[in-house]
C-alpha cells in the first residue's frame, strides 16, 4: 500500500542533499539491519526528517542482518567509532541494558528530557513499551520495528478442500492431513523457530520460559522450556516432519519461500511479512489468524510477545548538537503518520495508541482483513509474569543453541525432550557466563 510518507520520501529522494550543504549540518549515523523493502522504507524516513529542517543530517546506514548490526555496533563502541543510533532486536536487551549500566547507552527517556523534547511512555502500546523499560518505568530504547508472530494461511487451498481455518493446534495437524492427501507438498511451515515455537508458544499458553519471571526480576536464571508442554508441542512437530506434514526450511524467515510458493497452506511468523506478501503473492488469496492455542495446555490464550528491535543511543560523542538532531529524529520516527504509514506498509505493529487508533479511522483494517490480528494478540489480556517477554543475558547465543539442538530433532538425531533438555543445560551455561562478565 502506497502511503504519504513513503511517495514523500520517494520523490525527496530525487534531491538529496549536496554534500556542501551537508557540512553545515549537524550529523547523525544511525546503523540499522532492515534489508530489501524494509531497508527502503527505513532510509525513506532519514530523507524525509532530512529534508523538515536544515540544521540534521541522519545518515540511515545498513550493517547487515540483527546480530551482525549488535556485533558491529559494540565493536565500534570498543574502538571509540560507535554510531548515535543503532537497531538491536529484542533478544538483545538484556546485553544493551548491561551496557547502559556501563555508562554506553543514553537512555531514551533521559535523551528527550535532556533536550526538552516532549515524551509521555503511556502514548505507547503497553505491550510493547514494558519489554523496553527499566524496573521504575522508564523507557530505555526507542521502539521503532515491533512485531509478533501470526498464523499465515493460503485461503485458496483451504477452499478447495473445503477447510475451515484451525484455531487449535489439533485442527493444524488434521487439516495439514487433509491438505497433504490433496498435495499440498509441505501443509505447515514456520521460521524463528525460537521465537514462534517456543518462546511464543510458551507465552501463548501462559508458561514461563525461565525462572526471575523469565529474566525481568534480575540474574540467577534458569531457563524452563523443557518443561512437559513445551517438549509435546515440538515432538507432536517432529511427528508432523515425519509424516510429511512439516518441512523446516530454515532459521530465521528462511522458509518464506514454502508459503509464496504455496508449498505450505500454513506458516507462522512474523506479522511484519505482510508488505513483501502483498507485493509478492499474486496466485492465491491469503491472510493472517491468531496462533493455533493447545488445549491440552489451556482453555485460552494468554498473549504472544513482541519480536523485531529497538533504536539505541549510543553514548561518547562530544557534541550536544549531535544528540539534539537524535532526539529530534527520534520524535519524528515516533510521529502518528509515521507510524501509521509505517505498519500499514509492512505489518510491524504501530508503536503508539494514536497510530493504531489513525489506522482504524482510516479503515485500514477494516479494508485487509486480518491485519489488526497482531494488535489483537499483543493486547488479549493483560501480560502475566511469564507472558511479558524475556529478558536473558546471551539470549542471542542462547537461540543459536535452540536453533541447533531442534534441528536435530527435525532431521531425527534427537527426541524433544533430548534436545531440550541439552538446550537448557547448554543456555544455562550462558547465562551463567553473561552474569560472571556482569557481576
Known amino acids: 500500500m502506497q502511503t504519504k510518507t513513503i511517495l514523500a520520501a520517494a520523490l525527496l529522494g530525487s534531491t538529496a542533499i549536496t554534500p556542501a550543504l551537508a557540512q553545515d549540518r549537524t550529523e547523525v549515523n544511525f546503523w540499522h539491519a532492515m534489508g530489501g523493502q524494509l531497508g527502503e522504507r527505513t532510509d525513506a524516513f532519514a530523507t524525509e526528517f532530512n529534508a523538515t529542517q536544515d540544521a540534521c543530517q541522519v545518515n540511515s546506514i545498513y550493517k547487515g542482518n540483527y546480530t551482525e548490526t549488535m556485533t ?39 535523551l528527550m528530557e535532556d533536550q526538552g523534547i516532549a ?28 512485531s509478533t508472530p501470526v498464523m499465515w494461511v493460503n485461503l485458496d487451498l483451504f477452499e478447495e478442500n473445503d477447510l475451515e481455518v484451525p484455531t487449535t493446534w489439533d485442527g493444524v495437524v488434521e487439516a495439514s492431513r487433509v491438505l497433504k492427501e490433496a498435495g499440498v507438498p509441505s501443509p505447515f511451515g514456520m521460521g524463528w523457530q525460537s521465537w514462534t515455537m517456543i ?46 506434514l512439516f518441512s523446516y526450511g530454515g532459521r530465521r524467515g528462511d522458509s518464506r519461500p514454502q508459503f509464496v510458493n504455496g508449498e505450505a497452506a500454513m506458516w507462522i511468523n512474523s506479522s511484519a511479512y505482510y508488505g513483501g506478501f502483498v507485493a509478492d503473492i499474486e496466485d492465491f488469496e491469503f491472510t493472517q489468524v491468531e ?4 488445549t491440552s495446555v489451556a482453555d485460552e490464550p494468554q498473549n504472544s510477545i513482541i519480536g523485531g528491535a529497538t533504536l539505541w543511543v549510543l553514548q561518547g560523542h562530544e557534541d550536544d548538537a549531535e544528540y539534539a538532531c537524535t532526539a529530534q529524529f527520534l520524535d519524528f520516527l515516533s510521529g502518528t503518520e509515521q507510524q501509521a504509514d509505517w505498519a500499514q506498509a509492512t505489518g510491524y505493529v504501530p508503536i503508539t495508541l494514536a497510530a493504531a487508533e489513525l489506522m482504524e479511522e482510516r479503515g485500514f483494517f477494516e479494508e485487509n482483513p486480518g491485519t489488526d490480528v497482531a494488535i489483537t494478540q499483543l493486547t488479549l489480556n493483560e501480560p502475566t509474569e511469564n507472558s511479558r517477554g524475556l529478558r536473558f543475558g546471551n539470549f542471542v547465543q542462547i537461540r543459536d543453541v535452540i536453533n541447533e539442538e531442534l534441528e536435530e530433532v527435525w532431521s531425527g538425531e534427537k527426541t524433544a525432550e533430548e534436545a531440550l533438555d541439552a538446550a537448557v543445560e547448554r543456555g544455562n551455561e550462558l547465562l551463567r557466563r553473561f552474569e560472571q562478565s556482569n557481576s
Not at 119 to 142: K, R, W
Not at 291 to 294: C, F, N, T
Open 291 to 294: 496462533m493455533p492455542l493447545d
Open 119 to 146: 515524551f509521555d511512555e503511556a502514548d505507547y502500546l503497553p505491550g510493547v513499551i514494558s519489554y523496553y523499560s527499566d524496573t521504575d518505568g522508564n523507557l530505555l530504547s526507542l521502539p521503532f520495528n515491533s
Open 72 to 110: 558491529q555496533a559494540i565493536a565500534a563502541f570498543r574502538a571509540g567509532e560507535q554510531p548515535h543510533i543503532v537497531q538491536v532486536f529484542e533478544v538483545g536487551t538484556a546485553t544493551m541494558m548491561s551496557a547502559a549500566d556501563r555508562g554506553a547507552v543514553y537512555p531514551v527517556h533521559q
Open 199 to 244: 518462546e511464543n508458544f510458551s507465552a501463548w499458553h501462559d508458561l514461563p520460559i525461565g525462572t526471575e519471571q523469565n529474566g525481568f526480576a534480575g540474574l540467577g536464571t534458569e531457563l524452563t522450556i523443557d518443561n512437559e508442554h513445551v517438549v509435546n508441542h515440538i515432538q507432536r512437530l517432529a511427528d508432523m516432519a515425519e509424516d510429511g
